[in-house]
């Protein structure tokens, strides 16, 4: 399912790189640990680079560029355990643009003078754990969701609510409006910035997405792009352990000469190559019908490959590699974190059971 990046898309790619390479992220999500305020804010980075408006119109000042590109920076992010707040705010900005929501709102957006999340209950939440009780061009929204990405710190929060009748309601409000309390949470991997997120008689503006755009497009984006971040920190873990059974010397030999050494290395390898060619095949996908089905297999894909990886890892550095000291342990809480997200990497795998089963 591999395609050649267009000279855009690598450049993109490449400049990506660079610009997260600057700022010593691995080492502050260390730091993070013991202060979470020590963690930098990479928005401005995200700013500077034009991620900010990716999926946003040039009508409204952004870039217009679709879910390939997002993903190629979002496994960027992830090598190098960076968070820059996009895992929120490109999906909420997609549902925005796909509905055509006020340009004003679109092109702050764009610029990252606001940034946005996406509240969307999952099947962990409690039935009905947001209701949007339509009022013309406006949403009441009451209930509440745990845990949502990005939504500490963010300026507006895309809800995906239901009605009495179990429909869903797509709205948008700005987190400081009344009736919206967002309250910042302490996160396993330090680099995150979750948030519990409730509504009480919030008045929002109701959005309406074309017939062709499912509702549950945000979730499916998200889910997307944390399995891109999830593949970018296959590769920093495979990077780690391949230089480390290189220099490693055990019995008068590299321990990467052992077929036990490279046997884990390789199923890293496999694991993630197979993610990849997901991800790729979503990216294609995007606008399509069949960008759901693609999307949560690359996430439930990915989580694997990282479930595998992050542990692994930190058997190959040996005793080492258990220690508070060592970067290993870094990558396996953002494995763990990661799994749990945006639903959970169960939940992406119980939405490919679905839809193969609803199409056969």
Request: aromatic fraction near 4%; charged fraction near 20%.
């Amino acid at each position: 399912m591999y395609r050649a990046l267009t000279d855009e898309q690598s450049f993109l790619q490449q400049a990506a790189a660079e610009a997260l390479a600057r700022h010593k992220t691995v080492e502050a999500a260390r730091e993070a640990l013991d202060e979470p305020s020590a963690y930098p804010s990479l928005w401005p980075v995200a700013v500077e680079a034009g991620w900010t408006g990716l999926l946003i119109g040039e009508d409204a000042d952004g870039v217009g560029l679709g879910a390939y590109e997002a993903l190629l920076i979002l496994e960027a992010c992830g090598s190098r355990l960076a968070d820059a707040r996009l895992l929120g705010h490109l999906p909420a900005t997609a549902l925005l643009e796909a509905a055509g929501a006020d340009s004003g709102l679109r092109s702050a957006l764009a610029s990252g003078d606001r940034r946005a999340a996406l509240v969307c209950p999952s099947a962990g939440d409690r039935p009905g754990a947001v209701t949007a009780t339509v009022d013309g061009d406006a949403a009441v929204l009451d209930g509440g969701v745990t845990g949502v990405l990005d939504a500490d710190g963010a300026d507006v929060l895309v809800v995906l609510g239901r009605d009495a009748d179990g429909a869903a309601v797509l709205s948008v409000i700005d987190t400081g409006a009344d009736g919206v309390t967002v309250s910042g949470k302490a996160a396993y991997d330090s680099t995150r910035a979750l948030a519990d997120v409730a509504f009480s008689g919030a008045r929002a503006t109701a959005l309406t997405l074309p017939a062709d755009v499912p509702a549950t497009t945000g979730r499916d984006l998200q889910r997307a792009l944390l399995a891109a971040e999830s593949v970018g920190a296959v590769d920093g873990c495979l990077t780690m352990a391949t230089e480390y059974a290189k220099d490693r010397v055990a019995f008068g030999r590299p321990i990467g000469s052992y077929q036990a050494i490279k046997h884990k290395l390789v199923e890293m390898l496999r694991l993630s190559e197979g993610a990849r060619s997901l991800l790729v095949a979503s990216g294609n996908a995007w606008g399509d019908s069949d960008f759901g089905l693609l999307a949560n297999a690359a996430r439930t894909a990915a989580a694997d490959a990282l479930d595998y990886s992050a542990p692994e890892n930190i058997f190959i550095h040996g005793g080492v590699g258990a220690t508070w000291e060592h970067d290993a342990m870094l990558y396996y809480r953002r494995a763990e974190s990661s799994r749990r997200l945006a639903g959970g990497a169960d939940a992406a795998a119980a939405a490919v059971a679905d839809a193969l089963l609803a199409a056969a």
